[in-house]
Structures are given as structure tokens and as C-alpha cells.
């Protein structure tokens, strides 16, 4: 059985490593843009949808729990 503190658990570490993933693919990537760098763009454009993956990974491994 799910219990609350593992939803609670899930939410935290998900916002936690999403940031941190995100964050870093949209810092590299618009400080490469400003240099110049046209492939920067390939690290800002996805840094979100990326940034959500390790949250979908770890509430699929709570479902399975199920």
C-alpha cells in the first residue's frame, strides 16, 4: 500500500532533480547562446520537458507498486 509519506516523498525528489536537470540544460544552454553558439539551442529548447522526466520515472516506479 501506498502510503502518504511516499506520494509526499515522490513530489519532493521529483521538483528536487527536475530543477536541478532543467536547470542546468537551460543555464548551459543560453550562456552557450550568448557566446555566439547557435547549438545552444539544442540544450534550452528541451531543458523542460527534460527537466520532467526523472519526476515520470519515479511516480511509474510508486505505480508499480501498486
Known amino acids: 500500500m ?4 511516499d506520494i509526499i516523498w515522490l513530489g519532493v525528489s521529483a521538483g ?3 530543477s536541478l536537470v532543467g536547470g542546468m540544460l537551460l543555464g548551459i544552454g543560453m550562456s552557450m547562446i550568448i557566446e555566439g553558439q ?3 539551442w539544442l ?11 526523472p519526476g515520470w520515472l519515479l511516480a511509474r516506479k510508486l505505480a508499480n507498486q501498486l
Open 16 to 18: 528536487v532533480i527536475g
Open 38 to 40: 547557435p547549438h545552444g
Open 43 to 53: 540544450l534550452l529548447l528541451p531543458g523542460a520537458p527534460v527537466a520532467a522526466i
Open 2 to 5: 501506498i502510503t502518504r509519506g
